[in-house]
């Protein structure tokens, strides 16, 4: 049974920085993308950032020039360097996980980032 297991979350002040990682576990394939998806209170899940196996990101762009998206395709981890944080950040992030070969998608069970003075 495929895993996403996140980490890192917290409570943050504007302008400081987070970073997020997650683990898969029980895979035994590459996922042919992975990334962060996020969502706030009353809004619906967004896409944030996400690696493929090429190499290839892509971001949002209320997160462009802000985070960084990283990838180990050996591991299967990726990770999510939040810097310059805005309390419009605050939400839900999910990692994701998607293999093209089952047409499957993986979601994380979430973790809480909250950017408030």
């Known amino acids: 049974q495929v895993q996403l297991v996140e980490s890192g979350g917290g409570l943050m002040q504007p302008g400081g920085s987070l970073r997020l990682s997650c683990a898969a576990s029980?895979?035994?394939?590459?996922?042919?993308?992975m990334g962060w998806y996020r969502q706030a209170p009353g809004k619906q899940r967004e896409l944030v950032a996400l690696?493929?196996?090429?190499?290839?990101?892509n971001s949002a762009d209320s997160v462009k020039g802000r985070f960084t998206i990283s990838r180990d395709n050996v591991k299967n981890t990726v990770a999510l360097q939040m810097n310059s944080l805005i309390p419009e950040d605050t939400a839900m992030y999910y990692c994701?996980?998607?293999?093209?070969?089952?047409?499957?998608?993986?979601w994380g069970h979430g973790t809480q980032v909250t950017v408030s003075s």
């Open positions: 690696s493929y196996t090429n190499g290839v990101t």
């Open positions: 994701y996980g998607y293999r093209l070969l089952t047409r499957t998608e993986y």
């Open positions: 029980g895979s035994a394939f590459s996922f042919t993308s």
